[in-house]
């Protein structure tokens, strides 16, 4: 049977206002319910760069890592002439004229290279520095996985979402594990997303962090659609929600022993029970549908 994703290569990213409502287990599972029908066709990118671990519940076997580096400044204090314009000139604070020296504060840097571009007298170079790396693989059931992972200490991590977000082909579904909350690195990750899937839990907590997501998706542009993760727990608050914002519930995950069991021993949920691997299939597949309407 032909499918809407037959015809598609999609990019989903699966995001949540907050860390701990099962996105990983969705976004692992999701990919591995996928490639049983598109062999060599599914990508999991685990653009959660400051604590990846979508590789602890599907197994990789990484054959390759890249560093992710970001140009920085280096000032020469010797032409240096003390005018502050780089200091008033970067956004992210990361250099400084204190008294008659300038300070570079690395670990802030975005790499803009707006303070070499306005340097008057050319007394800054651009250094490289690892901020990152990008390790590639393959997870198991023939999933193509990169993940990026940042160094401890590191402020900006666009330059390792970008990295990973770079391994996206044309011709694959790819899912994208994205960072929690609704702050810049979760931005980076779903811009240009296809569609985002939101993890929710249906009590207060998750309506407030799913209200905060969904609304950043719509500044993004990116459609996007609810999951409900421990279905069963708590009020009918994200329900009502929905109903009222005219998102989708895609699916329910019910509060059920065994599949927490299960995620805490390191198993996805899709590999662990394959009788909701069709279900995660018809998911993806009203994405599709949705996405190309
Ligand atoms: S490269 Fe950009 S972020 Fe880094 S110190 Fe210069 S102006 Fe600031
Ligand atoms: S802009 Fe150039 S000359 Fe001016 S303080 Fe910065 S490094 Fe020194």
């Known amino acids: 049977m032909q499918t809407d994703l037959d015809r598609a290569a999609l990019t989903v990213s699966v995001a949540a206002g907050k860390g701990g409502t099962g996105k990983t287990l969705l976004s692992t599972s999701l990919a591995y319910a996928l490639v049983e029908r598109h062999p060599g066709a599914v990508q999991l990118l685990d653009a959660d760069v400051e604590e990846p671990n979508a590789d602890l519940?599907?197994?990789?076997?990484?054959?390759?890592?890249?560093?992710?580096e970001l140009l920085v400044?280096?000032?020469?204090?010797?032409?240096?002439?003390?005018?502050?314009k780089c200091a008033e000139v970067c956004a992210a604070s990361?250099?400084?004229?204190?008294?008659?020296?300038?300070?570079?504060?690395?670990?802030?840097?975005?790499?803009?290279?707006?303070?070499?571009?306005?340097?008057?007298?050319?007394?800054?170079?651009?250094?490289?520095?690892?901020?990152?790396?990008?390790?590639?693989?393959?997870?198991?059931?023939?999933?193509?996985?990169?993940?990026?992972?940042?160094?401890?200490?590191?402020?900006?991590?666009?330059?390792?979402?970008?990295?990973?977000k770079k391994h996206a082909k044309d011709d694959c579904i790819t899912i994208i594990d994205a960072p929690p909350g609704t702050a810049c690195p979760m931005?980076?990750?779903?811009?240009?997303?296809?569609?985002?899937?939101?993890?929710?839990?249906?009590?207060?907590?998750?309506?407030?962090?799913?209200g905060a997501a969904v609304e950043t998706c719509r500044a993004l542009s990116v459609p996007c659609g609810v999951v409900v993760n421990r279905d069963g727990?708590?009020?009918?608050g994200v329900d009502d929600y929905c109903e009222r914002s005219g998102i989708p519930i895609l699916l329910r995950i019910p509060h059920d022993r065994?599949?927490?069991?299960?995620?805490?021993?390191?198993?996805?949920?899709?590999?662990?029970?394959?009788?909701?691997?069709?279900?995660?299939?018809?998911?993806?597949?009203?994405?599709?549908?949705?996405?190309?309407?």
């Open 258 to 293: 065994e599949i927490a069991r299960a995620y805490s021993r390191g198993r996805t949920l899709a590999l662990e029970f394959p009788d909701w691997r069709p279900k995660l299939v018809s998911l993806l597949d009203a994405v599709a549908r949705e996405v190309s309407q």
């Open 57 to 68: 519940v599907l197994p990789v076997q990484f054959t390759g890592t890249q560093p992710v």
């Open 187 to 210: 931005q980076e990750t779903v811009a240009e997303s296809d569609y985002c899937i939101l993890v929710t839990e249906p009590t207060p907590f998750g309506l407030s962090d799913l």
């Open 94 to 164: 990361a250099i400084a004229r204190i008294r008659q020296t300038v300070i570079t504060f690395h670990e802030l840097c975005t790499g803009c290279g707006a303070c070499a571009w306005i340097c008057p007298v050319d007394a800054i170079t651009e250094i490289p520095r690892v901020v990152g790396r990008v390790d590639t693989g393959m997870a198991e059931g023939g999933i193509e996985f990169v993940q990026g992972r940042s160094e401890v200490a590191q402020q900006h991590t666009g330059a390792i979402t970008g990295a990973v």
């Open 233 to 236: 727990v708590g009020d009918a």
């Open 73 to 84: 400044p280096q000032v020469d204090p010797e032409t240096c002439v003390r005018c502050g």
